[in-house]
Structure formats: C-alpha cells, structure tokens
C-alpha cells in the first residue's frame, strides 16, 4: 500500500528559485498538513487542509503557499526559497470522521537544500 | 506557551528494561488527543499509541503503554522491556478538539538509545 507519497526525496537549490513540493495520499482521508522539521524543533506545521477546498495557516506559514489540488493531492510551493527553508518537509494525512482516534499518517519527507 | 513539552532530550536504557518517556500537554480544550510517533534513523513518522481526553483507562499497545495523568496534564510513554530497534526519536503530539482536521502540535521529541 503507498499510504502517503512525496516527490521529490531531495532536492538542492539555489536561493530565489522557486519549486513545488508534490503530496499525494491513496487512503480517502479529508484532512492533509505540510510540517517541517529542523534539528532541535520537532514538527512545525506550515499549513493544513481540513478538507478538499479548505486551506489554513500553521505555526510557521511565511514563505510557503499551498494548493489542495483534490482529495488526494495537497502541494507546498516554495515561491522564492531562503537558506533558512533549509529542512525536511514532510506530508502527512488523517481521517476526516467525528469523533475519532485516528493519527496521522506520514510520507517520508523531502530533504531539500537551499544554497 | 508551548502546547507540548518533551524535557529530556536523550534518553539511554538498558536492553530488556523498561523506560519512560516524559510528555506534558497545555490546553485548555476538554476535547483532545494525544498520539505518540516514533521516527528511527530512516526518517518515516510511526504511529505508536493514542489516548483521548474522555478515555477513563490508559492505552497500551503492545510494549507500548501510556501513563496519562489528565489533572498534570501529562502523557508519558513506557516502553517495557526495551529492544535495540526501540533506539529512535519519540515525539509526542496533541490534536485539540473534536475534529480530526484540526492542528496537531509536536513537541520537540526525545531520543531513545537502548544499550546492549
């Protein structure tokens, strides 16, 4: 089973390039989040979609934009990225039921470089 | 004010002991969830145990278990009889309200080495 998937696993690139990091989940969940995660941080949310059509801001959503594509595909962009966006990016999703005990589920993150 | 707190940075035990993890929440939601993640040298997130605001008994799983002492608002996971695949970064996590779609917040997590 893919679970969750991101493209791509790394990733170098040079300061004010731009790119999009790609999600996708095969589990019919509702709700998708972007995190990064730095040595010493933990998880810190950049944004989040509760549901297909629906998009919030995180802890730390300067810099990034995002677009639920569809169900299934929720993308990060980075529009002009700084040495300090330098992280793992991680994907994950969850069930969209009331109430519910279900966690998240993780893609295995995209290491990206910005020089 | 941080919504998860994880105190220990590094944690070392002895193959075969039990050890326990320490995680305090702050909320002031009477609805939540608190979940335990486990990321190895890999890097891929594991679910490890859930415990809800309303649940009356501590969850286990497995080796797994979870102190929750709700009036300290802590969360602590033991892990009994510890394998040398137990060695890892733990992160403990909280989703406030009802709603799946909602937040989760992370703490800064705990690393785990088990000593042969």
């Known amino acids: 089973n893919a679970g969750v998937t991101q493209t791509p696993k790394f990733q170098v690139l040079k300061t004010g390039q731009s790119m999009t990091l790609q999600c996708a989940q095969d589990?019919?969940?509702?709700?998708m989040y972007w995190y990064r995660q730095d040595p010493g941080m933990g998880l810190r949310l950049i944004y989040y979609s509760a549901s297909e059509g629906t998009t919030d801001k995180g802890e730390v959503p300067n810099g990034y934009n995002v677009s639920r594509l569809n169900k299934r595909e929720f993308s990060l962009r980075l529009e002009s990225a700084a040495p300090s966006q330098t992280s793992v990016y991680f994907c994950?999703?969850?069930?969209?039921?009331?109430?519910?005990?279900?966690?998240?589920?993780f893609g295995d993150g995209t290491r990206l470089s910005i020089l | 004010a941080q919504k998860i707190t994880q105190t220990q940075p590094g944690m070392f035990v002895q193959e075969k002991e039990a050890v326990t993890l320490d995680c305090t929440y702050d909320t002031s939601d009477p609805s939540y969830g608190l979940f335990w993640y486990k990321q190895p040298s890999s890097g891929e997130m594991i679910f490890l145990i859930y415990q809800g605001s309303y649940d009356q008994q501590n969850a286990t799983e497995g080796r797994y278990s979870l102190n929750f002492q709700k009036a300290r608002k802590s969360a602590n996971l033991v892990i009994s009889a510890s394998q040398l695949g137990d060695s890892a970064m733990y992160f403990c996590a909280m989703r406030e309200g009802f709603w799946t779609g909602n937040q989760f917040y992370f703490g800064t997590g705990t690393s785990l080495t088990v000593i042969p």
């Open positions: 589990m019919n969940h509702n709700s």
């Open positions: 994950a999703s969850s069930e969209g039921t009331v109430p519910s005990n279900q966690p998240q589920h």
